[in-house]
Structure formats: structure tokens, C-alpha cells
């Protein structure tokens, strides 16, 4: 029996769609916005990884990379590696450029590499040149290569020297790509390419210099990716205190893997944002289509068709149309990768490659499906209930009551899956979790909103203006529009009022407090028998400015109360902590900018066991307390240390801050350089020029970073990023815009009887165009307060509590949003209304 009515029900619902799908555009374009979104992002995440993937060796440099900090491998472990295959060796380390003049420098992150460079892919440059020709020394000079960007900063050409550290360098060629690039990180300075021999003779590398040496291994043909998990796991248990980084193939890049999925899921929840908001939109469309189809439905039931055969001619119907949407939505979502291929290949330097993903598409699929049917069952259902009586005699399906309760239940059951899922499929659960509360609480919220802004316009004074008068009752009449409309554009616009605001703050936190409150530079690998002149120079130099400087190593933590962090749980927080080589140092007293929270710093003296001081905020967020113990390795060498004290750390302050700090005697012996930052406020521009010069040219080896510049960087990135996310938030703007002109396009039934009949009665086109406008006017102007509120509690909370940063309000974030508001809701409400405005009165008269 269920088969044969089902069969029915789907010849009825093919034949009532011969019509066309006038009234439901707007509903399929929710769906297919919704569902390109969410398949588009994953599909172009999963390209990137699968370029990551598939080019792990090249992006790598080898099938396994080794990194030491401030220290060589020993002889021992440099033959280990020779015994397994192929090793190029590299080092990495920032240093000052300068011209043979000495008149201009600038950062450089200069790289040494040695002949057996690259391992796999091919170096880039023009023109192009052996290893010999490149870097070979000629007459004293080595040869160099290095981007654009160094040759437009200091004025440089083709065959022009620069002077790193005590050699000088001719630039032979311009660099254009590095295979291993993304493996090396993100750089604040541009490159400069060198040998391996003419690092060495720069005389750069110091006891205790800040490099990084780097051994890529290219295992022999066809090695399996067991087999270089093995090697790893081998290379870790020969040499249990060489501290080294390995990473292999599988991970060539995976700051920026990390990146990406927090990005895609970003994007995802925007997308699902989108979806959802279109479902009102969804919901709204349904309910215009069942309006129309009183009549036909009327005449179903008078022939004796049952409540659930109408539901189930209209159930097939909805899904059949979102179907069309959901494939709509699908082919843009399967051209995503491809498009991304050639848009991002300039920004990424990982090719996207084209293609097509299944999981990602049938994700889309499940979302735009769960959506549809949350959203539809309920009008449906009231649809059903309705008697033919009832459909002949009144005007639409608005009746009073909800419901049965099982279209409620089904209702919520849906919304629990579809929130179930969001959460499911999401990287960062915990991230999903909030936004699947945010989203419940919005609606709620919402709700609530359009229900005040009906309570007030009820209970308020009666206007002596006509048209201001029919505008308020219109706002809280049976049937009005302001729920929908304070739904689809309060989520929209409190979404973009939050990242306005967030990227804001951000922007004045760089761009003007932070310089406030940072040094003007910052100096690293200062030798500690060069100590005194340095200090010296700069009292010279800046002798209003305040000079600070500490000892530094590098060290990087193996394990936690004797636990291998290997072995142990990363927490999203903190977890920066455990993850390559940290700053360290040490004092004998508490430094001035310490702020105990437990515990006690040690004597003058101490030479007990050695003690550290950590970082409160990054103890708690790895379970640490004093008295537990942490083992960091420095220089090839493993130091367990007692947690003496936790402090509070100001990192907003870009002050020299530590997360550990240990007592004198924990490094007795080792070799190590200082760093020092210096604060002088009064300084120009010209200045801060005359001090780096002087000291580069008094200290080539000393790397000097202006940390303004390091700012605008960080500053322009930040301004890129968000205008990418302000770009994917407008996706769920636009969702709100489509469910507002379906909003008000459902209801231009009941506005149609209402202009009828008061032109009837002897209003004018003009006192109904001021009606309908304020009224639109006046629902807009309420959700954008809304959406400001909303807004700024969602951005300060993120700001203060998340990044631990000032938060401001943004004047202009707040007009912005009142202008957008209205000019959506009045000019798409009196778009809509314009036609309503002609419509012939006796047709309508006749149907009331």
C-alpha cells in the first residue's frame, strides 16, 4: 500500500511541477549557495593536501628532514645519516645584509646550502646557473642569489656585492623559486641563497649563534613510507639526546596543513552558517508555495485525499526541487578546485590540484538534504492539518496552534543531526561546538528580538501620521514579516559586524598600541665578549634609549615529569609550547617584569638542582604545577629542571619574555650569545636609521630587527586575512539577503489585499510607498541594533578573552551597519511592493 501511494504521490507532485518553479528561485539558490560553499571548501582543502601529498618529497627536500638548533651534528650522527642514503646539508639564520659602502642594510634570511642541493625539484633562478657558477667563490667573492624584494630595497643589480658578516657576496642571479621553501617556514626578511663555504667564511656562525642546521635524506629508490617511519623511529632511538626535529615526507609542511584545516573549517561553518540561514529562506519558500496551492489542495482533500498523502505529494515535491539546487550547488563546488589551482598558486606555494573529491561533495549532499527537510517538514505538516474548509473559506495557511507533534519531534530530531554532524566531521570539535551553541542561541535570540520589536510597536503611542501609523501596526500584526526578517539579516550582519570588529582591534593593536609598548629593535647573536662594546655603542648612539639584555640559548622540550611529549595528548592551547625549539635563559634574581603567581624564586647563588620558572598562563594549559619537572634538550644535550616558581607573562608587550627561566647553574659551561632589545620613544625614523647602521657596521654579526618593520608585515597580513574572511563571511550575508527578498516575496499575498483595500478606502500610492517603507525602515533599524550588540559582545569576548588583547568599539563598524540594514530591508521591501502597488483592486476584491 505505502509503495503504490508513494507512486502516486511523486505522478501527482511531476505533474504540478510542469508549471515551472516560479516562487522557489530564491529556495534554490539557498540550497546551492549553501551547498557550493561547504563542497567547494573542502574539496579545495583536500586539493591542497593532496598537492602536499603528492609532492612531499620536493616540498620537503627529501624523504626526511633533520633539524639541529645552534649546534651541528656530531660526527657520529652526521655518519648515521650518510649510511642511510643522500643528505644535503643546509643553515638557516637571519643576519643583516649591507652594501660595500656601508650607506644602506637590510634583514636577510639568508639560507647555505652545499652542491649535493636539491634533492628533489629544481632551484629557480635567472639566469639559470650550476651550483659552481652560483655560489662559487671567485677572486674572494662568493657568489648569491636573492628575490626581487632585496634588489628593490637596497638599489641592487645584477653583479652589485652586498656584505654579510665579514665576506662579501656578488648577487649572480635572482632567485624565483625554492623547492623546500614551505619547509623552512615563513620568513620576515627576504632571502639571500649562499653555499655552505661562504657562510662559513662570513664568519656569522658563533658560539651560541641562533641557526638552524638542516640535514635533508633521500633514502634509496622505491623506499616505502613504512620505511621512512622506520628510519625516523630509528634515528630517535640511536641518538635519544640529539634533540633533532624530524620530519618526514608525510608532513612536509605542517604549520601550514594546520592552517589550512582551521581555515577549511572556518570556511565550512560559514558555509554551514550560509545553509542555515537559507533554510528560513527555505522555510519561507515552502510556505509561499502551500499558500498558493490552497486551492489545489482544498480539492484533494474534498476528494477524499488523505492529510498524509498531501504531505507526501508535497514532501516529494520539496525534495525533488532541492535536488536541483543541491546539484546546482555541487557543479560549482566540483569547479572550486580547479579555479583555486590557478588563483592561489601565487599566495600558496603548493599546487591545488585540480580534481574531484567525492567525500567532500557528499558532505555538501548530507548538509543541503538535512537542511531542507528541517526547515520544510514543519509547514508541511501544518498543511496537512489543515481541513478543505478551512483552505476554501480563508485567505492562506497562517492558522493558529502548531503542529502534530510528530513533525516537532521529526523537526528537532533533524536539527539534532544536522548539529551532530557540524560537529562530527569538524577538525576542531570543540570549535564546532561553540558555533553549533552560537547558531541555537542566535535563533533563540532572535526570536526573542522580533518578538520585543513587536511588543513595542503594540504597546506603543499611537502616531498621529498615517503612514508612520499603518507602519507600526504592520510590524506587529498577525502574519507580519518582522520574524523573518529579523532571522535571515540579524544573522548576516551580526556575523560581519564580529569580524569587523575583531579585524579592527587587530589592526589597532598593531598598527598603534603595540608600537606604543614594543622596543624599537630587537638584537639577536650578540657574542658574550662583545657584550660591554655593544652595550656601550648604543649608550653612544641612543643615550636616551633604555637598553635590555639577557642571555639566550635555544632549547626544545622532550618531555614532561619524564614523559615523552611525543607520548602525550597536544592541547589546542599551549600546545605552541611543546612544538620546536624555545627561547631560554636564565637569571640569578627575578627579573623586573616578573610577576609570581606561585611559588618563590631562588637565592642568589643557588647551585641545587636545576630550577626553572615557567610561564603561568602555558603551565595550566599543559597541566604543569610547581614541582613537576620538564626535560628541555640544549645543544645534544637532555637537562631535566624542577618547576621552582609560575609567573605571569605580558607577551603583548613584545618585550623580551621567556616561557621558562631557569637558575645560573642549570647551563653552567655552555656556550650561548645575548640578546638585547632597546626602547627609545623619542627616536625618528632618521634616528633608528643612523643606529642601524652603526651597529652593522661595528657588529656584522649582530642580526638587528626593527620591530616596526616586523610589524607592517605582520600588519599587512593580517589586513590580507581579513579581507579573505570578511570575503567568506559576505557568502552568509548573501544567504540573508536571498532569505530576505524571499521573506518578503511570501509575503506579498497579504500585502496585496492590504493595498487593495486601503485604496479602497482612499489611501494614496504615496501614503502606502511611506507605510511599507517605514515599516521596513524601522524592522531594519532594530536588527541592526541587534547585530551591533550581538556583534560586539561575540567580537569583545574573542578579543579580551580569547587573545588576551584590548578590546575597542568601532564607530564606524556601527554606521556601516545601520546603512547596510536599511538599504537592504527598505530597498528590497519597496522593490517587491512597487509591483504590489498597480495590482487591480476588483480581481482581489472578488477573491476576499
Same mark, same amino acid.
Given at each position: ?629 620538564? *626535560? ?198 519597496? *522593490? ?17
Amino acid at each position: 500500500m505505502i509503495p503504490r501511494t508513494l507512486s502516486l504521490a511523486v505522478r501527482f507532485s511531476l505533474r504540478e511541477m510542469r508549471g515551472g518553479l516560479s516562487g522557489f528561485f530564491i529556495f534554490l539558490a539557498c540550497i546551492a549557495l549553501g551547498v557550493a560553499a561547504i563542497g567547494g571548501v573542502n574539496s579545495v582543502a583536500r586539493a591542497i593536501s593532496a598537492g602536499i601529498a603528492d609532492q612531499g618529497q620536493t616540498l620537503l627536500g627529501g624523504d626526511l628532514r633533520f633539524q639541529l638548533t645552534q649546534r651541528e651534528a656530531t660526527a657520529a650522527e652526521r655518519a648515521y645519516l650518510d649510511s642511510l642514503g643522500t643528505v644535503s646539508q643546509s643553515a638557516n639564520m637571519r643576519s643583516m645584509a649591507r652594501l660595500e659602502d656601508g650607506s644602506d642594510q637590510a634583514l636577510v634570511e639568508a639560507k647555505a646550502v652545499d652542491a649535493a642541493y636539491p634533492l628533489y625539484g629544481a632551484l629557480e633562478t635567472e639566469p639559470t646557473l650550476s651550483h659552481g657558477e652560483l655560489f662559487g667563490e671567485k677572486n674572494g667573492v662568493f657568489g648569491a642569489a636573492a628575490p626581487d624584494l632585496l634588489f628593490e630595497r637596497l638599489g641592487l643589480k645584477l653583479g652589485d656585492r652586498v656584505q654579510l658578516g665579514s665576506a662579501s657576496f656578488e648577487l649572480r642571479a635572482k632567485l624565483v623559486g625554492e623547492p623546500d621553501a614551505i619547509s623552512d617556514g615563513f620568513g620576515f626578511a627576504p632571502r639571500l641563497l649562499i653555499s655552505t663555504r661562504g657562510l662559513a667564511a662570513s664568519g656569522l656562525i658563533q658560539p651560541g649563534s641562533l641557526v638552524q642546521h638542516i640535514y635533508r635524506l633521500r633514502l634509496p629508490p622505491a623506499a616505502s613510507d613504512a620505511r621512512v617511519k622506520e628510519v625516523e623511529a630509528q634515528a630517535n632511538q640511536a641518538f635519544p639526546e640529539a634533540g633533532w626535529s624530524v620530519r618526514t615526507r608525510a608532513n612536509a609542511a605542517p604549520a601550514l596543513s594546520s592552517n589550512i584545516e582551521r581555515f577549511s573549517q572556518f570556511l565550512t561553518l560559514v558555509g554551514l552558517t550560509a545553509l542555515v540561514v537559507g533554510g528560513v529562506g527555505v522555510a519561507n519558500a515552502v510556505r509561499a508555495y502551500l499558500d498558493s496551492k490552497r486551492g489545489v489542495i482544498a480539492t484533494f482533500k474534498s476528494l477524499g485525499a488523505s492529510g498524509r498523502f498531501v504531505f507526501t505529494v508535497y514532501l516529494v515535491q520539496i525534495l525533488m526541487i532541492a535536488g536541483l539546487g543541491i546539484v546546482a550547488g555541487l557543479v560549482l563546488a566540483a569547479l572550486m578546485p580547479f579555479a583555486a589551482s590557478a588563483a592561489l598558486g601565487s599566495v600558496i606555494p603548493v599546487p591545488a590540484a585540480g580534481g574531484f573529491y567525492p567525500g567532500a561533495l557528499l558532505l555538501a549532499v548530507l548538509f543541503g538534504v538535512l537542511t531542507t527537510l528541517a526547515f520544510a517538514l514543519l509547514p508541511l505538516g501544518r498543511a496537512r492539518d489543515v481541513p478543505a474548509t478551512a483552505l476554501f473559506r480563508e485567505a492562506s495557511l497562517q492558522g493558529k496552534g502548531l503542529p502534530r507533534p510528530v513533525y516537532l519531534a521529526a523537526t528537532l530530531g533533524l536539527a539534532l543531526v544536522l548539529a551532530a554532524c557540524a560537529v562530527l566531521f569538524a577538525t576542531d570539535r570543540h570549535i564546532a561546538a561553540i558555533f553549533v551553541g552560537a547558531a541555537l542561541a542566535s535563533f533563540l535570540v532572535l526570536r526573542g528580538v522580533a518578538l520585543l520589536v513587536e511588543w513595542l510597536a503594540r504597546n506603543s503611542p499611537r502616531p498621529r501620521f498615517v503612514a508612520l501609523r499603518l507602519a507600526v501596526g504592520n510590524i506587529h500584526r498577525p502574519g507580519a514579516l518582522t520574524p523573518s526578517v529579523v532571522l535571515s539579516l540579524g544573522l548576516g550582519l551580526t556575523l560581519l559586524v564580529t569580524l569587523a570588529l575583531i579585524d579592527g582591534n587587530l589592526r589597532r593593536q598593531i598598527g598603534a598600541n603595540l608600537p606604543q609598548q614594543a622596543p624599537n629593535f630587537f638584537f639577536v647573536d650578540i657574542q658574550a665578549n662583545e657584550v660591554d662594546a655593544f652595550a656601550a655603542l648604543i649608550a653612544k648612539e641612543a643615550p636616551a634609549g633604555t637598553l635590555a639584555k639577557v642571555p639566550m640559548l635555544r632549547g626544545r622540550i622532550m618531555a614532561l615529569n619524564g614523559i615523552d611529549v611525543a607520548k602525550l595528548p597536544v592541547p589546542a592551547e599551549g600546545g605552541w609550547v611543546l612544538k620546536g625549539d624555545r627561547g631560554l635563559t636564565y637569571d640569578e634574581r627575578q627579573p623586573a617584569n616578573a610577576t609570581l603567581t606561585e611559588g618563590a624564586w631562588w637565592s642568589p647563588g643557588y647551585s641545587g638542582e636545576p630550577l626553572v620558572s615557567f610561564s603561568a598562563e602555558e603551565a595550566g594549559q599543559l597541566g604543569l604545577k610547581v614541582g613537576d619537572t620538564i *626535560t628541555v634538550n640544549v645543544l645534544g644535550r637532555n637537562v631535566t629542571a624542577r618547576i621552582a616558581n609560575l609567573r605571569q607573562v605580558e607577551w603583548e608587550t613584545l618585550g623580551i619574555n621567556f616561557v621558562m627561566v631557569f637558575s645560573p647553574n642549570t647551563f653552567a659551561g655552555a656556550p650561548h650569545a645575548w640578546i638585547a632589545t632597546l626602547a627609545d620613544k623619542s627616536a625618528s625614523v632618521a634616528d633608528d636609521a643612523r643606529l642601524l647602521n652603526a651597529v652593522t657596521r661595528a657588529f656584522p654579526a649582530v642580526t638587528t630587527v626593527r620591530v616596526k618593520d616586523a610589524l607592517d608585515v605582520v600588519n599587512r597580513l593580517v589586513g590580507e586575512l581579513g579581507t579573505a574572511i570578511r570575503a567568506a563571511a559576505g557568502v552568509a550575508l548573501i544567504a540573508s539577503v536571498l532569505v530576505l527578498a524571499g521573506a518578503l516575496a511570501a509575503g506579498n499575498r497579504a500585502r496585496i489585499h492590504d493595498a487593495v483595500v486601503l485604496k479602497t478606502l482612499g489611501a494614496t500610492r504615496r501614503t502606502l510607498v511611506a507605510a511599507f517603507a517605514l515599516e521596513y525602515a524601522l524592522i531594519g533599524l532594530a536588527t541592526a541594533l541587534f547585530s551591533l550588540v550581538a556583534g560586539g559582545v561575540a567580537a569583545w569576548f574573542v578579543v579580551a578573552r580569547v587573545m588576551k588583547l584590548p578590546a575597542h568599539f568601532s564607530p564606524e563598524v556601527a554606521l556601516t551597519t545601520v546603512v547596510v540594514s536599511l538599504v537592504l530591508t527598505v530597498g528590497l521591501g519597496l *522593490t517587491g511592493t512597487w509591483r504590489i502597488l498597480g495590482q487591480k483592486a476588483a480581481p482581489v476584491l472578488r477573491e476576499l
